[in-house]
């Protein structure tokens, strides 16, 4: 299985940042925890991946309001992702959710972040 990094912090232009983190378990992924991770980024897009015990693996996007309004959407970012790895993803525009096969794919999603998100916000 690949070695996944911690935590990783990408700039994009301007103040959005993409967040990601590697969690070990799917308590790590709670509501609140998720929440407050959205609460923490001023401007910007957070991704939280967790590798389950299953092998399986879950992947959260979620977004805050300045980007939301401007068409950058948690549910896009996420089914894209996840679509990369073979996994499948929805929710809502401000947070969404995918579940990963393999969670040893999960850097993968992860590493196509910048990428996704550059482009979204070009768009908006």
């Known amino acids: 299985m690949e070695a996944l990094p911690a935590t990783a912090t990408v700039s ?9 983190a ?12 998720i929440s407050r991770l959205r609460e923490q980024i001023k401007s910007g897009v957070g991704l939280l991946a967790t590798r ?12 805050t309001d300045d980007l939301r309004e401007k068409g950058v959407r948690a549910d896009v970012i996420v089914r894209e992702l996840a679509t990369v790895v073979g996994g499948r993803g929805g929710g809502k525009p401000h947070m969404a959710q995918a579940g990963i096969p393999d969670a040893s794919r ?10 996704v998100v550059s482009a979204l916000v070009a768009g908006a």
């Not at 994009?12 to 990601?20: C, E, K, M, Y």
């Open 22 to 33: 590697i969690a070990h378990s799917a308590s790590i992924a709670s509501g609140p925890r």
């Open 106 to 115: 999960l850097g993968e999603a992860l590493a196509q972040a910048t990428r």
């Open 52 to 63: 389950l015990e299953d092998g399986k693996g879950s992947l959260i996007a979620v977004v």
């Open 12 to 20: 994009l232009t301007g103040p959005q940042t993409v967040h990601t």
